[in-house]
């Protein structure tokens, strides 16, 4: 491919006023090595870069353009909103509007709040949850991210695993001591968690379908024990669903798997690709958060009118279903081919996917929590991921991290992933 020359050029004046260059970790490229290209641009599928290079993107910012980059009604809804305004500090119709959409969507959620990000989503509803269980403990999965939050930032995914720190220098014991995990997809032990302490546990969050150690699906029965055990001890099933809320289906991962959990986290999509967030659940509950209730929560952008309006625009272009059907076929030719490419070059891979989200474990069999993904040849990931970037696709830059693709996405996109992967596999 052609040079980064500009890339490089600006990554070293990044790293001077920014640290590591980036505002995201994983962005840096620390777990494949090399330069980030640094982007300049971005249209339906394709990304460029600031030396003109072209990728086609299978990271869609972490999983937000769910329609590609400037998708047409987006953009529209974004430039309406402009001359409308973009803070107001009130009230706005436009959060209404969002609100009644996701409720709509989601018929475990009676009510919304919305926040600026993941992060702020796990952070509030975990403060609900402690407030009203009046328990202090949370159980979270190996492996599972779910924000950067002190108390959630034990045994994380995503940045963190890719770093190898078990939580972070900084967050102090007395955030973590109340946190207990247990692996993804293990039904043993968490009965045995709960048969031990279920009486003090105020919720146990989950991805419903784990993204942050890679795309790790749902064994059968997982979720639903968790919604029983929960349920049988009195704690709240909280399901993480900002990477999959209206990702795998416009009802999320619970109304995939047909189960309804207590409260739900979103974020990513429903944003449009601008910045946001939101937690909700039953009305009673929801009631508890300030100012209908005493649980303190508050946000000075919250609700943002672009956010809401990108939200509310991407939302209806997803809503009938057919988006879901493209992203299924697509999804479905990718995971095939990547497959296909890694049999014939008899390398063993674990091509782990729901819908539209993805992702080859290269060198193991199967991959079913974290300790299976850590099994996995980051050496060779590494590899393979140079050689997409220098092929024109950008993937995201961790073993660890999920690949999306949007509606905007062709079947040539796809095979360009698939193409570089078949040779670059196939030299062992
Ligand atoms: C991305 C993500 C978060 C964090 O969201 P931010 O907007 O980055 O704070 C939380 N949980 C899950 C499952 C995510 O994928």
Redesign the pocket.
Known sequence: MTSLERSRALMQRAERVLPGGVD?PVRAFRAVGGTPPVFASAQGAHLRDEDGNDYVDMVLA??PHILGHRATPVVAALEAQLQRGTAFGGPTALEVELAERVINALPSMDMVRFV???????MSALRLARAATGRERIVKCSG?????ADA?LVDAG?GVATLGIPGSPGVPVGAVQDTLTVPYNDADTVRALFAQQGERIAAMIV?PI???MGCVPPREGWLQLLRDITRQHGALLIF?????GFRVAYGGAQGLYGIEPDLT?L??VIGGGL???AYGGRRELMELIAPSGPVYQAGTLSGNPLAMAAGCAALDALRDGAAYDRLERLGDRLAQGLRAAADEAGIPCAVNRVGSMLTPFLGVDAVENYEDAKRADLQRFATLHGAWLDGGVFWPPSQFEAAFLSTAHSDADVDRVVDIAARVLSRG
């Not at 600026?116 to 796990?122: C, F, H, L, M, V």
Request: aromatic share 6%; charged share 15%; proline share 3%.
């Open positions: 995201s972490y999983g600026n990000s993941g992060t702020e989503a796990t599972g991210y779910h924000g950067h959630l995503s991805e784990a993204g942050n993480d669903e900002v990477m999959t986290c974020g990513k910045p946001v967030g």
